[in-house]
Every structure is written in C-alpha cells, then in structure tokens.
C-alpha cells in the first residue's frame, strides 16, 4: 500500500528503488568478500573447467579458481577504482565548472574551449592511452578514468551556474558584501547538487563499462588479481570451446551492476 | 547559399582550436609525463647505447620539446604521424592507418546503420503504444541497452552464431583465400565495385555479428531520443490540424517523424566518438584487423610513436564527423545559422 502510493506519486522510483537494491547489495558482497565468498579467489580450489555445481555454484575457471569467489573479490576492484576515479572527477569537475561559469571572461574561455575538445573525444579511446602509458595498475586505471570524465561534471555544472547565478538572490547575497568563494559553496552548488547526483550515477554506470574495457584490454589488474574485465577476457578463450560459464557471468557482473546506477540515474 | 558558406566556414574554422587542445593533451600525456618511451619500447633487454641514440632519434626524441610539438603538429596535419617503434621498426605510421581505418570505417558504418534502424523502429513503435506494456519494455530496453558490455555481448553471439549454429564466422574480416582488390579498403564496397559477389557475401557474413554487437548497444540512447520526440511532436498544434484534416494516421506519422528526426541528427555526431570508442572493443573481441586492435597491439609492445598517432588521427576524424553534422544540420534546419 505505502510502496504503491509512493509509485504513484513518483512515477521514476520504482527504477530508483530497483536500482539502489542492486548498487547497495554489490556493495555490502564486496565490503564483507572475505566473509561470503565461499572460497579463495586466487587460489586454485578444483578442478579446472568444473561446470556450476552445487559445491562451486558458478563453476571453476581454467585455473581451477572458483568462479564466484572471483566475482564476490572482483567487485572490489572494480568499486575501489570506479567511485575513487568519479569522486576525483567529481571534486576537479565540480570546482572547475564553478569557478568558470561564475566568474567567466578568460578562464571560462580557455576553460570551456579545453573542456569542450576533451568531451568531444571518445572517453574510452582517451582513457586507453592515458592507462596505456602510465602502465597497467589499478591506480593508473583511476587516473586515466577520472581525466576523462571532468569534462562531463565540468560542462553540466557550469552551465548550471551561469543559470542559477543569474537569480535574484544570488544578487541580493553580492549586494551584502557575501564573499565570492561563499556564494559558490553555500548558494550556488547546493542548488545544483540533485543534478550533479544525476549526472553522477549515469557517469559511475559509464565508468564501470570503461573500467571492464580497460581490464578487458590488461590495462587494470594483473592476474591472478580478480577483476570482472579481465576475467571475462580471459574466458573468451574457453567460450568458443565450450566453457561458457568463464566469461558469461563476469561479464553479467558488469552490466547489472552498471544497470544498478544506469536506474538510480535515470529513474 | 551565402549565408550557408558562411556557417560552414566558421564552423570549420572552430575546429582549429578543438583539434589544438586535442593535440596538446595528448603530446602532454605521451610526451611530457614522466616514462621515457624508448625505455619503454626496449624493455629489460640490453640495447647498445649508440643503438639507442638511433631510436631516440627515429622517434625525434633528439630534439628539443617545443620543436617536438611544433614539428609533429605539421607533419600530422600532412597526415605524416612518424614511424613506429617496434615491431616492425621504422614503418610509417601513416601506412598502418591506411591499411587498417577503413576496416574501423566499415564496422562503424554498418553499426551505425544498426543503431539507427533499431533505434528508429523501436523508438517509433514505443510511441505509438505510449503508456502501455510494450512501451515500458521498450523504454527498459533502452536503459539495459546502454549498460551491456561489448565483449559480452559479442562473445554470446559468437557463441550461439558461430560455435552452436555454425552460422556466421567469429573472427577477421574475410575468410582465407577469398581475395577482394578495390581502392577504399571498405571490402564490401570494394567487392561490389568489382563485382564480386562471393566477396561480397563472405565480408558481409563477417560484418553482421560485430555490427549487430555494436549496433545493440548504441540503439538504446536512439530508442529513447525518437521516443521522446515523437511523443512530442505528436501532441504540437501542426500534427493535431493534419488530423482534424482528415489525414491518415499513417502519413502523420511521416510528417511528425520528419520533425523528431532533427534532433537526433545532432545526436549522430557525438555517437560517432562513442561509437569509435565501442570499436576498438568490438574489434578486440572478434578479432577484426582495425584501428582498435592496432592501438592494443602497440600497447603491447610499448610503441608509443603508433599509439600517438593513432589517437590523433582520431581527433581528426571526430573533428571533422562533427563538421559534417553540423553542416548537414545547418542543410536540414535552414535556422542554424551564425
């Protein structure tokens, strides 16, 4: 009754509420893996290529490692380097775009011209040179990550300033002698917060596929470390003989957890 | 006329500074950051350091950075990225692109072609049963759309096409000792400019399970954007008119979809950088011969000169994508205009 009345009053938050379910239990698998992962993810427990049984509910890999252990331990690389990467994003996105749509005149120029040519680019292409070069860690995955999402925080949150900016309290704050740096903080980002949560959740559903591509190309982890990526580029090799369960779930690991945020975002 | 010359002028004159910023950004992470690429490229191996020298100085790491930048700026702009490091060495960069973007150029088309007709059909349908079950099964279509991973994707088709039914090959573009000579590169094109039809069907059968990977994936965002435009365009004045005129409900169809076609046109060109980006995915898991698998490839053997200019001959290419869009935006909507 309470769920149904509250749907219809928010027609979005059925997405919200699917999606906040799939994020929150992802999340909690991989703050406790070392509790519920039924084995040791990097060591080799089975027989190799053993089909989902009962005792190994995902199968084993050609490592004879288990499958779902590898997943539960997977999805911490693939969180720690996600949010890490979107939250620096984030903070150089936000702060740019502020300080460029409030102040304006040569800094939002050169700014915006560096921004917009950076946006245009494909992120993933961008963001495989920049890991490319730095060498494959987790860490350099990060750096490459978050260099190519500012743009996206930057743009929207800009143009979002230069609209709230232009209301009348903001005026009224400048004529009473608020300082600059506290109008951005405490009148002009709170108003822009829901949007930036938006912009956020889609942005993390778009970084977790970058990050399983970079993985998918070795430019993450090295093994036996477990990352979805990887682990499903690894199974490609054993698909095509028939061992599906490699990389069919791997990669089902990805896309709901990407889904997860893709709701929350869109919803 | 004039004032349309003019747009595309200016419009091409601002790709100057997005093609520069590009540039720069990307001299600075390949060039500039710490990592010296010739290292990079050798390895642990032991090299002479006369030997070394040389390679510094095929690279044109000899100089000094400011003629670095300046130097490979106008050699690019001739389309002359420097030669490779490794692998073969001292093969012009410039030849490897040639050989292998338009492999990229065909894939991109088709899936192009993909998205755009899944998108449009099923955008159109959901519109047209709006509010009801299939809408909403359409509208989750295109949300779990954007969220599937290439390579998955692409694995399970060539694991139910190519493993299972023995329908379609999973790997390359071509099948061995079937030969497609033609100018562009693009086998397809080439096999019915030369009139080889079992070239024809074979590049074809090769293209379909990539194509539809990437395809499927990008379909979702045109699904949503034709839905949402559609819907409304229909509810305008000019639509409701037509239909208080008595005109079919079929030919309003075609007048509104001509009206919510224009945004997404717009949309197209921003597509093409992602759909560059799903490519080199696409093209790593079947094992396509194309930009994307000469980036990894490069990766692996730490040539940076080929990785350097791969990427920008990318820049270049979405620069001038966006270009053509916006012109032809300008051509279809005669009110953009400086």
Redo the contacts between chains.
């Keep these: 009754m309470v769920v149904k009345s509250i749907l219809l009053a928010y027609p979005g938050s059925l997405k919200i509420i699917i999606g906040s379910l799939i994020v929150v239990t992802v999340a909690i698998l991989a703050l406790i893996a070392p509790v519920v992962a039924p084995y040791d993810p990097t060591k080799s427990i089975g027989t190799p290529f053993t089909p989902p049984s009962r005792e190994y509910i995902l199968g084993t890999d050609h490592l004879g490692f288990d499958v779902l252990s590898r997943i539960i331990w997977g999805a911490r690389t693939v969180l720690q380097v996600v949010i890490s990467a979107t939250l620096v994003a984030l903070i150089v996105g936000v702060a740019l775009g502020a300080i460029s749509g409030y102040y304006g005149g040569i800094i939002d120029r050169v700014l915006s011209m560096v921004m917009d040519s950076l946006y245009a680019f494909p992120s993933l292409i961008l963001a495989i040179a920049i890991a490319a070069v730095l060498g494959p860690s987790p860490y350099n995955a990060t750096i490459a990550i978050s260099v190519v999402y500012i743009p996206i925080y930057y743009r929207m949150v800009r143009g979002q300033t230069l609209a709230v900016k232009a209301q009348l309290f903001v005026d009224a704050a400048r004529a009473s002698g608020v300082r600059d740096r506290t109008i951005i903080v405490y009148y002009i980002l709170p108003n822009i917060a829901h949007t930036i949560l938006v912009v956020m959740s889609l942005n993390i559903a778009d970084a977790i596929l970058t990050e399983a591509g970079l993985s998918f190309l070795g430019l993450t982890v090295s093994p036996p470390t477990p990352d979805w990526g990887f682990d499903l580029r690894v199974g490609q090799r054993f698909l095509l003989l028939g061992y599906w369960w490699l990389s069919v779930f791997p990669g089902l690991a990805i896309m709901i957890l990407a889904l997860g945020f893709a709701l929350i975002g869109k919803g | 006329m004039a004032s349309l010359l003019k747009y595309t002028i200016v419009r091409a004159s601002l790709l100057v500074?997005?093609?520069l910023?590009?540039y720069t950004?990307?001299f600075i992470?390949?060039r500039v950051?710490p990592?010296d690429p010739i290292l990079a490229v050798i390895g642990t191996r032991y090299v002479p350091p006369e030997q070394l020298e040389a390679l510094r100085r095929l690279a044109g790491l000899d100089k000094p950075l400011y003629e670095q930048y300046l130097g490979y700026l106008f050699n690019a702009l001739r389309l002359d990225f420097g030669v490779t490091l490794a692998a073969p060495q001292g093969v012009p960069v410039s030849d490897y692109i040639k050989l292998k973007f338009p492999a990229t150029l065909e894939l991109t088309l088709y899936a192009f072609s993909v998205s755009v007709l899944i998108g449009v059909v099923t955008g159109l349908l959901a519109s047209r049963v709006r509010g009801g079950a299939l809408d909403n099964s359409i509208r989750l279509y295109s949300?779990?759309a954007?969220?599937?991973?290439?390579?998955?994707l692409g694995?399970?088709l060539?694991?139910i096409f190519?493993?299972k039914l023995h329908l379609l090959p999973?790997s390359g573009r071509i099948s061995p000792g079937v030969y497609i000579d033609g100018v562009t590169g693009l086998y397809t094109l080439d096999a019915i400019l030369t009139g080889n039809l079992e070239a024809f069907l074979d590049s074809l059968s090769h293209l379909i399970l990539p194509s539809l990977t990437l395809g499927i994936v990008l379909s979702g965002a045109y699904t949503r954007l034709v839905r949402n435009n559609m819907v409304d365009v229909l509810e305008t004045d000019f639509i409701r008119s037509y239909r208080a005129r008595g005109i079919s409900e079929w030919k309003v169809y075609i007048y509104a979809f001509k009206h919510a076609f224009i945004p997404t046109l717009t949309f197209m060109g921003?597509q093409f950088?992602?759909l560059?980006?799903?490519a080199?995915?696409t093209e790593?898991?079947f094992n396509c011969p194309g930009m994307g698998t000469f980036?990894?490839d490069r990766?692996e053997y730490r040539d940076?000169n080929s990785?350097q200019g791969a990427?920008i001959f990318?820049?270049f290419m979405?620069?001038l994508v966006?270009l053509i869009v916006d012109i032809l935006y300008a051509i279809v909507d005669p009110r953009v205009r400086y």
């Design positions: 500074p997005t093609i910023v590009l950004f990307i992470i390949l950051l990592g949300i779990v954007y969220t599937i991973f290439i390579p998955w694995m399970i060539q694991y190519g493993v999973t921003l950088a992602i560059l980006g799903g080199i995915l790593t898991t980036i990894v990766i940076y990785i990427i990318f820049a979405v620069g966006s």
